[in-house]
């Protein structure tokens, strides 16, 4: 079996040499360079990379002058960044099913994405010098054992290294740059296929693993300036999300898995081909990919919207109707959290800024831009978010009809009925309602959080509704969910 793999593995990675090998071409078709850009302005040095561009930067440094913000954005670059002096490297040859390789991962990850800001932050090359030197040593010390398997999520421990190799990579030196480019377009020759399996077949898959593969893949050709790696990427990627994004709204995750935890998993990787496109190529350029339409006439936020209600507590039994017989019936069984889904949320909020008001939701307090760097570099662009008007827009609830006599004004989240009552909206005491153009409004006949809807005790809006009996729900409703349109 091995020896199988690591024939396909060599044959293509001759083939894939001779196509893409010593390309330094630029990404004329977008009149872009994305040669590892160079720029010292004010007190920064900034070098293009996947997790933000240079206005980007200009916050990081903004965040650090202000008194306010600069312990909370200080803890996300020094600590780690001065642990990683101390720290001695060590590489493992596969991340798959290796505890101890999985943890290394990602000890290197994070003391090589706060050295990659600090360095950024640093124009004094001297000071510069003994993190660059311990960046190229952990690198190196992965560049030089590590073999791409099988096992796409288990790969997905490295994806954070890669990211940080974009911003470390033009400081160092060009032997040790030639080291780790090796590395990266070694995998990149494995992630060139579809997909193989543990006994060496070429598959195709259609969820989170594809997802991640194209991942790894346009990472590869945006750190190697590779033009060839970029565009194969995003032409599979529109492949992928013709199987990925199905006509309901669901993913190839939610139908397999029937969990709205794999519904969010699966999303996390296309919200980071997003955001490196983003910062790689600019917003327009991000803002084609998002709006790409499938053969299902259905987009990324299709899935978004068939996911905020659940994120509102709609009720979800995870797994039940799992493709795996061990999931249908294992522990895995059990009521959607969505707070387990936070850390999706820290990577799709870059591209879908209008999900910025479930953390505090879900968190229970206001949220600002410094809960965890993950969710502060996807922020980065967008530092007033917690202060933008449309997020402050309500639905009002009447209890007559044509909205006669206010019972309420609620904003984007899920009210059950003990909470509808907590703020003053009785059962069943709901004749009108108002709705700015942004928001949907999904009235419940009963709790949305524990029982399943059946046909007839939902209903969904998007207009005002001045007479709910037109509707058939005056007066029927007991939980409301609202979220954007």
């Known amino acids: 079996m091995i020896n199988k793999i690591s024939c396909i593995y060599t044959l293509a990675a001759g083939c894939l040499m001779a196509m893409t090998g010593c390309q330094k071409k630029d990404l004329n078709s977008d009149g872009l360079n994305l040669n590892a850009k160079m720029a010292q302005t004010q007190g920064t040095v900034f070098a293009r990379n996947l997790l933000f561009d240079e206005p980007g930067l200009q916050q990081i440094q903004a965040d650090l002058i202000n008194p306010a913000t600069k312990t909370k954005v200080s803890a996300f670059i020094e600590p780690a960044a001065t642990k990683a002096l101390s720290y001695t490297p060590v590489g493992h040859r596969s991340v798959y099913d290796v505890p101890a390789a999985v943890t290394a991962a990602k000890e290197s990850s994070e003391y090589l994405r706060a050295i990659g800001i600090k360095l950024m932050l640093t124009k004094d090359s001297l000071i510069r010098q003994p993190y660059v030197a311990k960046a190229s040593a952990i690198l190196k010390a992965w560049a030089k054992v590590n073999v791409q398997s099988w096992h796409r999520p288990a790969e997905t421990n490295l994806?954070?290294?890669?990211?940080?190799?974009?911003?470390?990579?033009?400081?160092?030196t060009k032997t040790d740059r030639d080291t780790v480019d090796g590395w990266i377009r070694r995998r990149a020759t494995v992630g060139s296929f579809k997909f193989i399996d543990q006994d060496g077949n070429e598959v195709n898959k259609h969820n989170n693993w594809e997802g991640q593969r194209l991942c790894f893949l346009l990472y590869s050709g945006y750190i190697l300036n590779d033009n060839t790696l970029i565009s194969r990427a995003k032409s599979e990627y529109k492949i992928f999300l013709n199987n990925y994004l199905l006509a309901d709204g669901r993913t190839a995750d939610t139908?397999?898995?029937d969990a709205f935890a794999y519904h969010s998993y699966g999303l996390v990787y296309t919200a980071k081909i997003l955001h490196a496109i983003y910062t790689m190529e600019g917003v327009q350029a991000r803002d084609l990919s998002k709006e790409i339409v499938n053969t299902n006439g259905k987009k990324l936020v299709d899935a978004i919207r068939y996911w905020e209600p659940y994120l509102s507590g709609l009720y979800h039994m995870e797994f039940k109707k799992s493709i795996f017989e061990?999931?249908?019936?294992?522990?895995?069984?059990?009521?959607?959290?969505?707070?387990?889904?936070?850390?999706?949320?820290?990577?799709?909020?870059q591209s879908f800024s209008?999900?910025?008001?479930?953390?505090?939701?879900?968190?229970?307090?206001?949220?600002?831009?410094?809960?965890?760097?993950?969710?502060?570099?996807?922020?980065?662009?967008?530092p007033n978010i917690a202060n933008t008007p449309s997020f402050g827009n309500?639905?009002?609830?009447?209890k007559d009809y044509n909205y006669g006599t206010t019972v309420g004004s609620l904003k984007l989240g899920g009210?059950?009925?003990?909470?509808?009552?907590?703020?003053?909206?009785k059962d069943n005491d709901i004749s009108s309602f108002k709705v700015p153009d942004n928001l949907k409004v999904l009235l419940f006949d009963g709790n949305f959080r524990d029982s399943v809807n059946v046909e007839g005790t939902q209903k969904v809006f998007i207009t005002n509704q001045?007479?709910?009996?037109?509707?058939?729900?005056?007066?029927?409703?007991?939980?409301i969910i609202i979220t954007n349109r």
């Open 326 to 349: 061990s999931e249908r019936t294992g522990p895995r069984v059990g009521t959607y959290d969505p707070k387990s889904s936070l850390y999706a949320l820290d990577e799709i909020v």
């Open 255 to 257: 139908k397999d898995r």
């Open 159 to 172: 994806m954070s290294m890669y990211e940080s190799y974009s911003m470390i990579r033009s400081f160092m």
């Open 466 to 479: 001045p007479n709910l009996g037109t509707a058939g729900f005056n007066d029927k409703t007991s939980s």
């Open 415 to 425: 009210y059950d009925n003990a909470k509808l009552i907590s703020l003053g909206i």
């Open 394 to 398: 309500i639905v009002h609830f009447y």
């Open 354 to 382: 209008e999900l910025f008001p479930y953390f505090e939701l879900l968190e229970g307090t206001p949220s600002d831009r410094f809960n965890n760097v993950v969710r502060y570099i996807s922020l980065l662009n967008s």
